[in-house]
């Protein structure tokens, strides 16, 4: 089938072994249970426990600060100083590591539910540029936006009273972001050359982590199934179950997966999406091998292999639909299935770039996402810091409905189907790569999470 030349590849071979960079004085016979909680929940108790963890179970605890933590104040700010910066090993700086709630880090992974208003919009795609229009991207489904009317392609020309433009240039859209339930957002949005004004109101509501299975025909008669991946959370298998009983019966030739705003979530969750994609290609293979820092010699070499599924298609190759939120496990399910032999067929744009993941712990309420491991593939290929370039790159359109006849995305993916070329990038003037990388970290936007979690 033909497709775009690949640019430089962006995952390497890895060693078995971390590199003595990350190695420390212990050695490797480090306690591999969980620390016992802060004396109390007083704030030099907690950084105490705090240190503590971090120079147990930091993947990157050899090549971090250890600032002494008298003079900083809040936890919060004493947790940025431990992240370790990018120097040495040619590791870039963690950005990814976090600390949120329990009672949210439960709420999403336990309940598979949120707190929130359910609109996200592209923050990441305005780029700090005010002249830019700003999109909702994406609504979830039993939310307070869908429940108000939002859509995807509604233009956001005010949030909260402030200007687009001026949220814009400051590149800030926490007001997106829910504090608790209750708390109140105002849009003013404009569809089709009308304005008008949407009052939401933040509320826990249920997650829908798969959406929009379809069995389509491709131009040259192909039969493919369609699927959208949103959260990586054990909520998405029945649906994932239903959905390829469904492909299997239809007599599916190829398979698209929609994981454009997939931040990842469970390694098993994402194993078992890989299962049913590989069959029997899969079959005594591990998916993913996660290696923990020399501290942690107990957990190295934890493995999540593939599984055989009633379901399971057993295709030679998989389309999937990517872009710079496609993160974390969603990531993983990629790089797994090509250790599995699967070719792996990326439409849109570079993914996120974060081959780690975390090994949750809680303490006063707070639950730490730190990263805690690195994930390579049955080839040992892992450490794609910048991320999968797309196989074939294609501008997203905002205002087509996802998933739909007009989406660009899935109709090159099924015309790629059908042996034809990747099409020449157009849209927005950009060239290749799509991906829109700015020095340091990004903020997050509403909805989004980049979670791989082992379990």
């Known amino acids: 089938m033909p497709t775009a030349p690949r640019r430089r590849a962006r995952h390497v071979f890895v060693a078995l072994v971390l ?49 002494d933590a008298t003079p900083y104040t809040t936890v919060a700010s004493y947790f940025d100083a431990l992240l370790y910066t990018g120097t ?44 830019r229009p700003l999109w909702v991207r994406y609504v979830e489904p039993g939310s307070p936006a869908a429940a108000g009317g939002v859509q995807r392609g509604d233009e956001v020309i005010a949030i909260d009273g402030t200007p687009v433009a001026s949220v814009i240039a400051a590149d800030d ?57 949103k959260d990586m959370i054990s909520q998405a298998l029945p649906p994932l179950e239903t959905s390829f009983a469904q492909f299997k019966a239809a007599g599916v030739q190829d ?21 049913y994609i590989a069959g029997a290609r899969g079959q005594g293979r591990a998916y993913a091998t996660l290696l923990y820092n020399d501290k942690r010699a107990a957990r190295n070499n934890e493995r999540f292999a593939f599984s055989t599924l009633a379901s399971s298609l057993g295709l030679p ?54 990263v805690n491991f690195e994930s390579v593939n049955e080839r040992n290929e892992g450490r794609y810091f910048d991320g999968f370039d797309a196989t074939c790159p294609v501008v997203e359109d905002f205002t087509a409905p996802q998933g739909g006849a007009a989406d660009p995305l899935l109709a090159v993916a099924r015309d790629l189907a059908d042996g034809a070329a990747c099409p020449r990038v157009r849209g927005e003037g950009r060239a290749q790569p799509l991906a829109l990388r700015r020095a340091g970290p990004r903020r997050l936007e509403a909805g989004e999470r980049q979670g791989m979690i082992p379990r």
């Open 317 to 370: 190759r998989v389309y999937l639909l990517t872009g710079p939120r496609t993160c974390s496990a969603s990531e993983q399910l990629i790089n797994g299935l090509r250790g599995a032999g699967v070719e792996v067929v990326t439409v849109g744009d570079t993914t996120c770039g974060k081959p780690v993941g975390f090994l949750p712990s809680s303490s006063c309420g707070q639950t730490y996402s730190v």
């Open 19 to 67: 590199p003595l960079a990350l190695a420390g004085c212990g050695g490797g016979g480090g306690r591999d249970e969980p620390l016992p909680p802060p004396a109390s929940c007083s704030v030099a108790d907690q950084k105490a426990w705090l240190g503590d963890y971090m120079d147990e179970w930091y993947f990157w605890y050899a090549l971090a600060p250890r600032p």
């Open 255 to 275: 398979v698209v997966l929609d994981l454009r705003y997939n931040g990842g979530g469970l390694v098993s969750t994402g194993a078992t999406l890989a299962s």
């Open 173 to 229: 859209y926490g007001a997106l972001t829910a504090a608790q339930a209750g708390d109140r957002l105002t849009l003013v949005l404009r569809r089709g050359g009308v304005d008008r004004t949407v009052l939401l109101t933040a509320a826990v509501f249920g997650l829908a982590p798969v959406q929009g299975a379809a069995v389509l025909s491709s131009a040259g008669g192909r039969k493919l199934g369609y699927l959208q991946v």
């Open 88 to 131: 040495g090993a040619g590791f870039p700086a963690d950005r990814w590591s976090y600390f949120q709630s329990t009672e949210s880090f439960n709420r999403f992974y336990g309940d598979g539910a949120t707190l929130g208003y359910g609109v996200a919009v592209t923050g990441v795609e305005a780029d700090g540029d005010a002249t």
